[in-house]
């Protein structure tokens, strides 16, 4: 075999994306020559056919730049013919603004003439008409989730999108300053992350590089400065490694091409913001790439630049054994060149270069004249959980966000006892990975096997792991299991799951409180029917039964107010004889203890003051609502509260009621002091001066330190720091606790 060496410089400014200067108007033959160099025998007359009708839609509209609309759908047709893409993507590059921007051009006249491939392509990449949105931020997350569906459906959706993006960015000079930061971080938001998902990592990379030129000009220039500072040693470094590598590998027999870079400005940028270090901090600012044959020759490529270069140890990065989700395969290593300068090489296959390259477009191929699937893609199944995961996101801020969230976060591959790759967000749980299996299996897991090792559910999976789920038929989610995963299916399933469980709690225990106020009130269960319930729905604002029970149960309604309207005319109520006094004591409490705070938006609701924290006036204080108890109201800072993770549809905002007489808390303090005679006197005094009663005081003394638990009348806060301050005055008093 003849040895063949190839070298390159590829310096990411180079125009791989596809166009030249952003004045440049492309021409019809531009397009065909660059569809005809891929495709040499093709018929390019479904592509003439394309453009002349595009050219007649747009006659008349121009651009921002003066010149004629059609020079931008002629632009994104040839950025997709440059990339490889089919016929039937090119010529709906010429045709994705017409629907949209043209009069009389509708889905079914591109059906009839072009087919129903191009249609649904364009109509993906149309924004939604004539619906009036409620304002700017939701017409734009109706806009995504179409796309997105649209994209699952067919993932050239995207790419016409990409390109149509791409064209956009070019020619953004034209727009005014503020437009151009609106659309360049919607590119870096979305359309960045969406090239790289689809491993489209050049189109990434050009988009990422115009979006930082207009959002943050300075810095782009300062990174531009610093690079071109080095110039020379750039170029010396690059050649002398590349020369280097040229003659291990002859000398080793190895066939290659071997190209180099530096690293693109914005990685650049964000890498020395993350790291806050210089160019001269990073490992990869010089990276070098080794294109071969086979796998076996990327592994023995991997073992001669480590016998012949020092590496730095956790930065091998083995892509081939284990691939990234968007397939992308290499081998990654971080070398140290003998004057101690860093740099990257990325060794792989032609193959595993055309997938890095083309990403997604790699993988498609036609089949009877559909588009299908070469192997495993996962970006497909990605897209259609992200589509499902926000199906029923209503809010469009909620929904922005988690589109965000899912673009940005790294993933990792884990493996399923079968070999099946599933891919989680890094931080991802056993939980997340048994909901991902199936939404039963998640409902149900009570730990897992993490290569072969009992773990707990809450514990973090890596990349390459074999994870294996232990359910039980008695487990059931928990709210503790929200913080516990980190994809949204989950969380949403968990959520659902403790929703219905809740309500269904909720209307069980309404039904026996209403039956039970109706049996004290001695009327016969039998006259309440259904209906007859259901005549006084109203009277409560609730639509159907089950929201009436539910209320009742998480105490939005008394029971006493419940049964109003099926009393008979006298006030049952008032029944002083049939009452005890302690029963009359403890309504008493009841009525104080419901007024002392104050839900917003509920004006009769019971309140409980938890006993674990036991909240006086003056302290921070949240409510959440139990089941058949009311409001329970808790110190903000209460370690019990927080460790029940309330569900944030429970919480209630709960706010102190000041007014009426004067109310008293028991307070429960500790005083810790040095051992010394009168300490008692001292204490009891201080405490007496400002007017509190004392209702309990315990003395403990051990190694010359005393300890006092005491129990305190008091009426707010401001009360309570009053008595403290007066403690802390105290000769010998060390410090001071309130106690649960
Ligand atoms: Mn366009």
Redesign the pocket.
């Known amino acids: 075999m003849e040895l063949d060496i190839k070298r390159t410089f590829t310096d990411l400014f180079s125009r791989r994306v596809g166009l030249k200067r952003d004045a440049t108007v492309y021409t019809l033959d531009d397009v065909t020559g660059e569809f005809l160099r891929h495709h040499p025998q093709a018929d390019v007359s479904y592509l003439e056919k394309a453009y002349a009708f595009g050219d007649k839609a747009h006659e008349g509209q121009t651009r921002k730049s003066g010149q004629p609309y059609f020079t ?1 759908p002629t632009a ?1 047709a040839y950025v997709l013919a440059h990339n490889k893409l089919d016929m039937v993507t090119i010529a709906a590059g010429f045709l ?2 017409t629907v949209e921007d043209c009069d009389g051009v509708t889905h079914d006249v591109l059906v009839r003439e072009f087919g129903e491939d191009l249609a649904r392509i364009v109509d993906g990449v149309t924004k939604i008409g004539k619906v009036k949105f409620r304002d700017k931020e939701q017409a734009q997350a109706e806009n995504y989730r179409k796309m997105i569906l649209a994209m699952c459906q067919d993932v050239r959706v995207l790419i016409v999108k990409l390109a ?1 993006r791409f064209h ?1 960015m070019m020619t953004l000079g034209h727009l005014p300053d503020q437009k151009r930061r609106r659309i360049s971080m919607e590119t870096l938001d979305i359309y960045a992350p969406l090239a790289q998902r689809i491993g489209m990592s050049h189109f990434r990379n050009e988009l990422e590089r115009i979006s930082f030129y207009y959002l943050e000009p300075e810095a782009y220039q300062e990174v531009q400065r610093q690079i071109l500072e080095r110039d020379k040693r750039n170029a010396d470094f690059l050649e002398s490694v590349t020369d280097e590598l040229e003659r291990l590998m002859i000398e080793y027999n190895v066939s290659c091409e071997i190209s180099s870079r530096i690293k693109s400005s914005y990685s650049i940028h964000k890498k020395m913001q993350r790291k806050g270090c210089n160019l001269d901090g990073l490992y990869d600012y010089y990276a070098f790439r080794l294109i071969t044959d086979s796998v076996e020759n990327c592994y023995k490529i991997f073992g001669l630049l480590h016998g012949r270069w020092r590496h730095i140890p956790g930065r091998i990065k083995d892509f081939i054994a284990t691939p990234k989700s968007n397939l992308y395969q290499s081998i990654h290593t971080t070398l140290i060149s003998r004057n101690g300068t860093p740099f990257e090489v990325q060794v792989r296959t032609h193959m595993m270069h055309r997938i890095a390259e083309e990403g997604v477009a790699a993988h498609w191929t036609y089949k009877n004249g559909r588009l299908i699937t070469i192997g495993k893609n996962d970006f497909v199944s990605w897209l259609r959980k992200v589509a499902e995961v926000n199906a029923d996101v209503s809010d469009s801020d909620e929904f922005l966000d988690t589109i965000k969230g899912q673009l940005k976060s790294k993933d990792i591959l884990v493996f399923t006892p079968g070999s099946e790759i599933k891919t989680l967000p890094m931080g991802a749980t056993p939980l997340d990975f048994a909901y991902l299996i199936h939404t039963e299996v998640g409902h149900k897991a009570v730990g897992a096997k993490v290569d072969g090792k009992l773990v707990k559910l809450n514990s973090e999976l890596e990349s390459g792991n074999i994870v294996e789920i232990i359910t039980k038929t008695n487990q059931h989610p928990t709210e503790e299991w929200l913080g516990i995963v980190k994809t949204p299916s989950a969380k949403a399933k968990i959520r659902s799951w403790l929703r219905a469980k809740e309500k269904e709690k909720a209307i069980e225990m309404g039904r026996k409180l209403f039956e039970q106020e109706l049996k004290r009130n001695k009327v016969p269960l039998r006259k309440i029917t259904r209906d007859v319930i259901t005549s006084h729905l109203e009277d409560f604002e609730k639509k159907n039964l089950d929201d009436f029970y539910a209320a009742l149960g998480f105490g939005s309604i008394t029971p006493r107010k419940a049964v109003r309207p099926f009393l008979p005319e006298e006030p049952v109520d008032e029944l002083p004889d049939k009452e005890s006094k302690l029963q009359r004591a403890i309504q008493k409490v009841k009525r104080k203890s419901k007024n002392m705070v104050t839900v917003r938006g509920h004006n009769d609701i019971l309140v409980n003051l938890a006993k674990c924290c036991n909240p006086i006036i003056g302290d921070d204080i949240v409510g959440f609502i139990t089941l058949g108890r009311g409001i329970s109201v808790h110190r903000k800072d209460c370690p019990e509260f927080q460790r029940q993770m309330v569900t944030p549809e429970r919480r209630m905002e709960v706010a102190w009621d000041d007014s009426g007489e004067d109310r008293l808390f028991m307070v429960n303090i500790r005083v810790y002091t040095e051992d010394r005679s009168g300490m008692i006197a001292d204490i009891s005094n201080a405490i007496s001066d400002t007017k509190t009663n004392i209702q309990n005081m315990r003395a403990n003394v051990s190694d010359s330190t005393g300890v006092f638990d005491i129990t305190l009348q008091i009426r707010s806060l401001d009360h309570l720091n009053k008595v403290n301050k007066a403690l802390r005055k105290i000769r010998g008093v060390l410090s001071l606790e309130r106690v649960q």
Do not use: L
């Open positions: 931008h994104v994705h603004d149509d956009n």
